[in-house]
């Protein structure tokens, strides 16, 4: 469903991918669990496009619910990957780019839970970093967002007001929340990384879990 101009999100997907429609092409923002690829293309042409015309893959941080259809999607489109160095270097190895911190009930959770995130192993095409700008939505700046992940990024369009955001905040009841708990790699860098973000004047922020946040402002959390 479109969400901005030129903006959708993917329903029905584990984590939110975001697909972002430019006269050159289109640009996926993650691509849900291993298996999405199917509902991912089928969007695609339900948009009137074909797999081809799919011509970047940004990865936010190499969780298996982010880069877990990297590889099928690269092989039906040949897009290229794009991804920070420390997610870079664990979607090669087909790991997460750190360990959970886990305890009591949502230790065994996780371990229940962890055959569903294992993504295939998967090469980057090219490492982005902190203020590159993409050519995709009027210019897409990269923000180095750590703190869930250890090189978490999440991406900004000024001209557009769209904020994707990744896991570095998730939203219930229209509002935001940071990344905390046993998935965060670093707290106070999670915070810090929120507080950036809310600096931005975003209107539209893009979350991996959760509904999308429209009317921002006023919205992030407040640590």
């Known amino acids: 469903m479109q969400i901005a101009p030129n903006v ?38 339900g948009i009137g496009k074909s797999p081809s015309d799919l011509k970047r ?10 880069v877990g259809s990297v590889g099928p999607l690269r092989r039906a489109s040949g897009a290229r990957v794009f991804a920070s160095r420390a997610e870079a270097e664990a979607m090669a190895k087909g790991e997460s780019s750190r360990q959970l911190k886990a305890i009591g009930l949502q230790k065994v959770l996780f371990g229940l839970l962890a055959p569903l995130f294992k993504a295939e192993p998967a090469n980057v095409d090219e490492v982005i970093t902190d203020g590159q700008t993409l050519p995709v939505l009027g210019g897409l700046r990269v923000l180095s967002t750590p703190g869930h992940t250890p ?36 707290q106070a860098q999670a915070d810090a990384s929120v507080r950036k973000q809310a600096a931005l004047g975003a209107k539209v922020v893009c979350v991996g879990h959760g509904p999308v946040v429209t009317d921002a402002a006023g919205k992030f959390p407040r640590l």
């Open 8 to 45: 959708h999100l993917i329903p029905g997907i584990i984590a939110n991918p975001y697909l972002i429609v430019d006269p050159d092409g289109l640009t996926l923002i993650d691509t849900g669990l291993p298996g999405s690829e199917k509902k991912i293309l089928k969007y695609i042409a």
């Open 151 to 186: 090189d978490h990024i999440s991406l900004y369009s000024p001209s557009a007001g769209v904020l994707f955001a990744g896991d570095s905040m998730k939203s219930a009841r229209d509002r935001l929340d940071g990344s905390s708990g046993g998935n965060t790699w670093d």
């Open 57 to 66: 893959i940004i990865i936010t941080h190499a969780d298996g619910d982010h």
